[in-house]
């Protein structure tokens, strides 16, 4: 059984461009999370999605937006970046809310120079 | 607010040693806790998850427990392999709708050979 997919692993991009990052869950998976890596703020929550909508959105300026096709799939978005978006960016993919257990990917790294 | 803290920060031991790892959460009306390792610069795998109503959980040299009344998890490490280097989270899930995780601030172990 395939596990989590993140593409790409890599990224580097300039101040103000823009940017997509994409997260294929486990299949049979309908929940998909995005976190922050940083080494000053640690892991942080961005946003979760089931069945194509949004269940939950941590405290990030409107800069970061994401969404969730009907396979599951999901994309998180970063408009204007700038510096400080630097980051790991991890995606996590569960069965469904409450007991279950949540499966991250290897994450995308995001440099902005 | 719903904070998780993980103490230590870092530890550094001699192969063979076992050891505890803490993690400490200030709301203790949590629905379930996960542990995760995180190799550098890599994403996060899923070593072991407790339910609210459980006490403790076991993986093979891996035991961890749960003391919700406390606000405390400590992960247990017996007979330690420099294969087991890496970061150590704890994070935690509050409420069954969401699989929103709150991650602990990690360890950073080192185990000597």
């Known amino acids: 059984k395939a596990g989590v997919t993140q593409t790409p692993r890599y990224l580097i991009k300039t101040r103000g461009q823009q940017v997509t990052l994409s997260c294929s869950p486990i299949s049979g998976h309908r929940s998909v999370s995005w976190y922050q890596q940083t080494p000053g703020q640690g892991l942080q929550f961005l946003f979760e999605?089931?069945?194509?909508?949004?269940?939950n959105k941590g405290n990030f300026p409107g800069r970061f937006s994401g969404r969730q096709f009907s396979n599951s799939r999901s994309e998180m978005n970063v408009s204007t970046l700038e510096l400080g978006d630097s980051a790991l960016y991890l995606c996590?993919?569960?069965?469904?809310?409450?007991?279950?257990?949540?499966?991250f990917g290897q994450g995308t790294r995001l440099t902005v120079v | 607010k719903q904070e998780v803290t993980q103490i230590p920060a870092a530890l550094s031991v001699p192969e063979g040693e076992n050891l505890v790892l803490n993690c400490s959460f200030t709301d203790s009306a949590i629905y379930n806790l996960q542990w995760f390792r995180q190799d550098p610069g890599k994403g996060l795998t899923s070593l072991l998850l407790?339910?609210?109503?459980?006490r403790e959980q076991t993986s093979g040299r891996l035991n961890a427990s749960l003391d919700k009344s406390s606000g405390r998890s400590t992960l247990y490490i017996a007979a330690s392999q420099p294969g087991d280097s890496a970061t150590y989270l704890c994070a935690v899930k509050y409420g069954g709708a969401t699989n929103k995780l709150i991650f602990g601030t990690g360890t950073l172990l080192a185990v000597q050979p």
């Open positions: 407790i339910q609210s109503s459980q």
């Open positions: 999605y089931f069945s194509e909508t949004q269940r």
């Open positions: 996590a993919s569960a069965n469904m809310a409450g007991s279950t257990e949540a499966f």
